[in-house]
């Protein structure tokens, strides 16, 4: 972008807050903000998905990355035009800032032809076949036993109440078929140099049934487990890590607009196991979110 082309952006963007948003907020009494700064707060935050001066030195006008200026913008510009909702804006800004609680989560999610929900007692079994078919458990470093299984299952939907976000359980149309969601790391992983930080992570990730391939549940299983983590839960950022073989759940961060980083090696696995150089994949809330700009 050219200084002419940036200075016409900042531009618009003064108008549209300084004026624009103020000006139309008079016709719209279930605006939940009416003043210049207020509509700043959101339509920045919401732009760097996260409070805005955790990424951007003030004045903010100024110093925004051109894109995330663009996407700023292009929000203000929906909601004038009615197609972008400001009080859930808001509310996601206000979540960042902790400035309101994390609502409860949901008993379940809604897909087309599935459903994400909590984890049952009945889901023991097939969780169990699932985690001891070789074929499922190929990039595991082996398959588990059903105690092993038991256990993995009341350890991932106890993060639930840990942290108000979890692997939900997938339920297809003939049972349960997996889980898909988001937890944090139980191990230290070193991701220091790749993204900065090595604490207050959060992955997301899946392990679906045989009979579950093929049927687009990771992909839109994901998308709806992301939508929640970044919304009702307010995550800025999520991250997901695989083996360097597995060209499967690679595929499916790609298709989530997942940026890959870096490799590592896994600390859980010694040296020279075949499954221990790994690849790390980000994805930032605002870019999910951009989506709903336009």
Request: glycine share 10%; aromatic share 8%.
């Amino acid at each position: 972008m050219s200084a002419a082309e940036a200075d016409a952006q900042q531009r618009r963007w003064r108008i549209l807050v300084d004026e624009r948003l103020p000006e139309a907020a008079a016709a719209h009494p279930d605006w939940p903000v009416t003043r210049n700064h207020c509509f700043a707060r959101i339509l920045l935050d919401n732009a760097c998905g996260g409070p805005w001066r955790e990424s951007v030195a003030p004045p903010a006008w100024a110093n925004m990355p051109p894109e995330r200026l663009a996407l700023a913008v292009s929000l203000g510009e929906a909601v004038l035009a009615g197609r972008q909702d400001l009080a859930a804006l808001n509310r996601r800004s206000l979540l960042w800032r902790r400035k309101r609680p994390v609502a409860p989560p949901p008993k379940g999610l809604s897909g087309d032809g599935f459903s994400l929900r909590r984890w049952r007692l009945a889901d023991d079994g097939p969780f169990a076949a699932l985690c001891a078919d070789p074929e499922v458990m190929r990039f595991f470093p082996a398959p588990k036993t059903a105690r092993e299984s038991q256990a993995e299952a009341r350890a991932l939907d106890r993060r639930f109440e840990e942290d108000g976000f979890g692997p939900w359980a997938v339920e297809a149309p003939e049972g349960f078929a997996g889980f898909v969601g988001c937890w944090r790391p139980a191990r230290p992983l070193p991701l220091g140099g790749l993204i900065g930080r090595e604490t207050g992570l959060v992955e997301i990730g899946w392990r679906l049934a045989r009979s579950a391939w093929g049927r687009g549940f990771a992909v839109r299983g994901a998308r709806l487990a992301l939508a929640d983590a970044f919304t009702r839960c307010a995550l800025t950022e999520i991250v997901a890590y695989t083996a360097d073989r597995n060209g499967p759940s690679r595929r499916v961060m790609e298709r989530l607009g997942m940026s890959e980083v870096g490799g590592f090696d896994h600390p859980g696995l010694p040296e020279g196991h075949s499954l221990r150089p790994h690849r790390l994949y980000r994805l930032a809330a605002a870019d999910f979110l951009a989506g709903d700009a336009v």
